[in-house]
């Protein structure tokens, strides 16, 4: 029996909605019973892409993280279903029955990674599926990830060696986007955004002109990263801890060593760090 999961790569998520759309588009006023009853017009997000603002201006970012469901071992949704109405397939689907959910609201609110919507049409919860009923007409996508361009989407079946799922998942560290809520997600993902650090060098003899190709190291939390300022002078470090106490130091011929101590409180963006001459 398989094991189907999706592995999604924030790194390669530009947030262009594919997924959602599709995911739209197959489920839109479609039933599929018994995997899933139509989704309504509004306010349902079964393939929901998050858009996370990241830094300060001026050197602000965003970040996408689609969230469908995790299809979870222990499914706190199932938990609070009664009467069997949730239930987790042999191959790790978590599943709402349309029918036997009708009229349970509590399993909407069961759901920690709010991906559960209520329909108020029909009185049923809704949720991703996975597009069970394509697998189990032997397609080999959900809707999502057959859809999405940049391949920040992965499904396949873990117990396969040979599928592309199995091999990624064995060659990059894989976390649940909610590793605190201990329900076993089967939705894995890399690169989840941490917190950055950025500047700009300038020369502060030369009319604050920028600092290109400057020597820029990060140490601290067991790191111990190197870069180069970029034309502009600019550098950055990305994936930093939480509350993580760090040193960046700058060094450039000609000028004197600068050392800055800090701690990721939240993404920092130094501003311009002068370097005098010696
Ligand atoms: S993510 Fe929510 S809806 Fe999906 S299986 Fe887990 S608890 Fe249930
Ligand atoms: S289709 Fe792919 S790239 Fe586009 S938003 Fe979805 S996951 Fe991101």
Redesign the pocket.
């Known amino acids: 029996m398989a094991r189907y999961s999706i592995l999604i790569d924030i790194a390669k998520c530009n947030g262009c909605y594919n997924c959602f759309l599709a995911c739209r588009d197959e489920y839109y006023g479609n039933d599929y019973l018994p995997y899933s009853a139509a989704q309504p017009l509004n306010g349902q997000f079964w393939m929901q892409v998050k858009e996370i603002e990241r830094g300060v201006y001026p050197k602000p970012k965003v970040s996408y993280i689609p969230t469908?469901?995790?299809?979870?071992e222990t499914?706190?949704?199932?938990i609070a279903a009664q009467d069997g109405a949730?239930y987790?397939r042999d191959d790790g689907i978590?599943m709402?029955d349309p029918q036997k959910a009708h009229g349970q609201k509590g399993?909407v609110n069961?759901?920690?990674?709010?991906?559960?919507y209520w329909n108020e049409d029909t009185q049923i919860p809704q949720?991703?599926t996975m597009c069970a009923h394509r697998l189990d007409e032997g397609e080999t996508l959900p809707r999502c990830v057959e859809s999405c361009p940049t391949g920040a989407l992965v499904f396949g079946d873990l117990d396969d060696p040979q599928s592309e799922i199995a091999r990624l998942s064995a060659q990059v560290q894989t976390e649940s986007l909610h590793p605190e809520?201990k329900?076993g997600?089967?939705?894995q993902y890399v690169g989840i955004p941490r917190r950055f650090v950025t500047g700009e060098i300038v020369f502060s003899d030369n009319e604050s002109e920028c600092a290109p190709n400057v020597k820029v190291k990060l140490t601290g939390e067991g790191q111990d990263r190197e870069t180069v300022t970029d034309i502009f002078g600019d550098f950055e470090f990305e994936g930093l801890d939480k509350n993580g106490t760090y040193v960046v130091s700058v060094e450039a011929d000609g000028y004197e060593p600068v050392e800055i101590e800090f701690t990721m409180l939240s993404d920092i963006n130094f501003g311009e760090i002068e370097l005098d001459p010696k």
């Open positions: 469908p469901c995790m299809h979870c499914a706190p949704c199932m949730v987790r978590v709402i399993i069961a759901c920690p990674y709010r991906v559960i949720k991703c809520f329900t997600a089967s939705v």
